[in-house]
């Protein structure tokens, strides 16, 4: 590289490296991560059904459509029945799950929700990845799975413009 006392130019040095470097690094970083819509159809493992769910970056935890939700404990340990229903059949399942952990969620009027967070599988695409879900009723929302960053991290690059890429293909 050329020696100058000109700090514009060798400003301008810098920012062509810079860049240089961003666009070499850039695409390999995105080409291990797969690139999926803002909805997509996942696989509920625990469930065996696949469900629409919307893959939302702005989420830090996924959530599912959760029923008559009802802690109860097992072996000293606070676990949480919940029933689900698929939204297409009308078919209801229930399932039982340790608890992880309650959050508290600021409404806009009211006071706070807490909400059970369970540990559950989502198959997206041929990854199965197992993350926690917090349980709500999301009989108002447009999809019933919510996937927040939490499951797609490392994993899945959203591109809004596209919409069901992929069918869940896991066993």
């Avoid at 806009?108 to 009723?137: A, Q, S, W």
């Amino acid at each position: 590289m050329m020696h100058t006392r000109n700090p514009l130019i060798r400003t301008g040095y810098v920012l062509s490296a810079a860049l240089l470097t961003l666009a070499i690094v850039a695409p390999a970083q995105a080409a291990d991560k797969d690139i999926f819509g803002y909805v997509e159809d996942v696989k509920v493992m625990e469930l065996g059904w696949v469900m629409e769910a919307k893959l939302d970056t702005g989420a830090t935890t996924s959530s599912i459509d959760a029923r008559a939700v009802e802690p109860f404990e097992r072996d000293d340990e606070e676990w949480v029945r919940f029933k689900v229903v698929d939204r297409d059949t009308g078919a209801e399942k229930w399932l039982e799950r340790p608890v992880e952990r309650k959050v508290k969620i600021k409404r806009h009027e009211g006071k706070p929700d807490t909400r059970y967070v369970v540990d559950l599988t989502f198959c997206v695409d041929k990854m199965e990845i197992e993350e926690e879900v917090t349980l709500n009723n999301r009989d108002g929302f447009s999809y019933p799975v919510l996937v927040g960053r939490n499951h797609m991290a490392g994993r899945i690059i959203v591109d809004p413009a596209e919409r069901f890429t992929d069918d869940p293909d896991c066993k």
